[in-house]
């Protein structure tokens, strides 16, 4: 992966990093609160829940070990901050 192609994933991120967050607690609340729903369907909504975020946790710690500008915790995390604001319509950006 060059170093476009590490910007472009950055950018993807960002712009799904607030629908997944949304996404994966709208999962969970709504099978909790399921009165029908069965353990073994309780059990692969969390996984499936847990396997979407650890995917999404692997993709920026490789970007963070592989492109400095990109570590989403120093200058990439202002980055990061105003790229998600800017995808989720927050003005200011």
Do not use: W
């Not at 607690?25 to 650890?54: G, Q």
Request: contains cysteine; charged residues 30%; neutral net charge.
């Amino acid at each position: 992966m060059d170093r476009e192609d590490g910007s472009n994933l950055f950018h993807a991120l960002a712009r799904m990093d607030s629908p997944l967050s949304r996404t994966c607690e709208k999962a969970i609340d709504t099978i909790k609160h399921n009165p029908s729903a069965t353990e073994d369907e309780k059990t692969r909504v969390k996984s499936a829940v847990m396997s979407l975020l650890k995917g999404n946790q692997e993709l920026h710690e490789y970007l963070s070990k592989n492109f400095p500008e990109f570590d989403f915790t120093n200058k990439g995390n202002v980055l990061f901050n105003q790229l998600k604001n800017k995808y989720d319509g927050k003005s200011g950006v």
